[in-house]
């Protein structure tokens, strides 16, 4: 049974029907917010729903079982155990908690790269500022993305508290080397704090493989979970060595005496008390969803529809394609001569076809080296169709020609 169910769900039309957004609207914008399936659109208006009838703690108290399922379902998804998953609002929170995790001092290093997350890179500017941390980013390959013998060099030079490495950034397509970052990175014995933000449901993760010591990560892009949620997973490394984030409150910890407290075994101590069960729910759903895909076909088909896209948009005329890297992904980013993408994704808009932009501060250095202000930023997954794709690409050429 489970094997027909399998073969039912790998079905794009069976796909399709269960995605209530994709028959009205073309929705290529799942690095922003993927469309959520009717399964997790479910789950959530369930649980809002028991809310309002018999309260929001007492919701919680009969969902128990579920929560521990959502748990067990985003754990799965990247290969980890329930003990090491930490639900946070979105990835921003999960890194920040993180990083928060770390008594930084004067002179201490923190090794980056150069497409690392905006606010990623304002936060360590902030640490710079206030406490005096160095922040150094490695350099990159002549193809594009983060030189894990840069990272190596660094290291053993500067021998950092921690290494923070965006794996896919927001603004291309480009895949970093994050395997290889963390094999060097466990050798060297620093801990690295991966934002998987955009990996999570477009790419398999296997948290053991890639070595990291956390990752960061969002509910609402190609996972299709709900906005407004997102996880951290922290090593049982970390665990043992007791860190904790630097304001844990009275979830993440208990407090046992006038000046004691004493940290949650797990990955909890990285958790606020309070919580939208709903979206959490939602969120668990959307991890299960994609397990029961599976993140193999899932990643083999959005990047074949990235792919096309590529394909698609250096036929038209003005157009620079600017996603670099040895590997690239399901997002696709692209120029047009004299036109801010801004109003290209507005006019795509009109048309009913959901696309994004990233402005110069969504990645200062890389949009500098690339001399452009504005990427237009087309997103397919695996539910969409090279149908979709044909459509926007027809009417970019009707726009800018
Ligand atoms: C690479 C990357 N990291 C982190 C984030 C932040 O995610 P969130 O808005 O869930 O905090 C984003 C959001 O676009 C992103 O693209």
Known sequence: MWIAMKKRISHLDYIRTNTPGCHH???LNNAGAALMPKPVIDTIHDHLLLESQIGGY????????????AYAAVADLIGCGHRNIAMVENATVATS??????????????????????????????LSERFGVRIIRAKDLPAGGVDPASVRRLIQKHRPKVMVMSWIPTNSGMVQDAASVGSICEEEG???????????????????DIKCDFLAAT?????????????????DRVLERGLSPLFPDTHGARWTGPDTFLLQEGAKRF?????????????????????????EMIS????????????????????????YGKQ??????????GIDAKVLVQKLRDRNINTSSASRTAGVIDMDAKHVDSVLRISPHYYNTRDEIDQVAEELRNLTT
């Open 271 to 295: 958790e606020n008390w309070e919580f939208p069960y709903a979206l959490l729910l939602g969120m668990g759903r959307a991890a299960e969803y994609a397990n029961q895909i599976g993140m």
């Open 219 to 235: 509910s609402r892009k190609f996972l299709r979970g709900p906005r407004g949620m997102g996880f951290l997973y922290v090593s």
């Open 300 to 323: 083999k088909r959005a990047h074949e529809l990235g792919d096309y896209t590529r394909s698609k948009l250096d036929e038209l005329p003005g157009v620079r394609m600017l996603d």
């Open 328 to 337: 690239r992904c399901a997002i696709v980013s692209a120029a047009f001569e």
């Open 97 to 126: 908690q993180a990083l928060s995790a770390f008594d930084f001092t004067r002179g201490d290093t923190i090794i980056t790269t150069n497409v690392d997350y905006s606010s990623n890179q304002i936060m360590l500017l902030n």
């Open 190 to 208: 620093v801990p690295l704090l991966l934002d998987a933000c955009q990996a999570v449901g477009q790419i398999p993760v296997d948290v053991k």
């Open 25 to 27: 609207r073309v929705h």
């Open 58 to 69: 007492e919701a919680a108290d009969a969902a128990l079982e579920e929560i521990q399922r």
